[in-house]
């Protein structure tokens, strides 16, 4: 069974930045795939980044390309989302995810685990 915990959100003022962790636990073939998701209160789970564990490859969704970058430390078994240049419209809950592989579709459908969410809130 995978785990994943998310560590690294907090209060930051616009035009700030931070760094989130997830570290997973688990067979590793469950979890090829890694992703960054958010949900703002009232608002629908938003794909960010996912990454390709096993190639290293990234991706990262139009609306915060530039601002955030994904990446991992496979020792570490953790994958981390930078984000600079926030902005108050950031202000979510930010999850990560996993699944066995990555799929041409960027969806939450396609992930299996789930960490339980760090809050990142962004000032004005």
């Known amino acids: 069974q995978v785990q994943l915990v998310e560590s690294g959100g907090g209060s930051v003022q616009a035009g700030g930045s931070l760094r989130l962790s997830c570290t997973a636990s688990?067979?590793?073939?469950?979890?090829?795939?890694m992703a960054w998701f958010r949900q703002a209160p009232g608002k629908e789970r938003e794909t960010l980044a996912r990454?390709?564990?096993?190639?290293?490859?990234?991706y990262v969704v139009d609306s915060v390309r530039g601002r955030f970058t994904a990446s991992q430390d496979n020792a570490k078994n953790t994958v981390y989302l930078q984000m600079n240049r926030l902005k108050p419209e950031d202000t979510a809950m930010y999850y990560c995810a996993a699944a066995p592989y990555c799929t041409v579709v960027f969806a939450e459908s396609k992930f299996d685990y789930w960490g339980q969410g760090t809050q990142v809130t962004v000032s004005s």
């Open positions: 688990g067979p590793t073939s469950s979890r090829n795939c």
């Open positions: 990454i390709n564990t096993h190639t290293e490859t990234e």
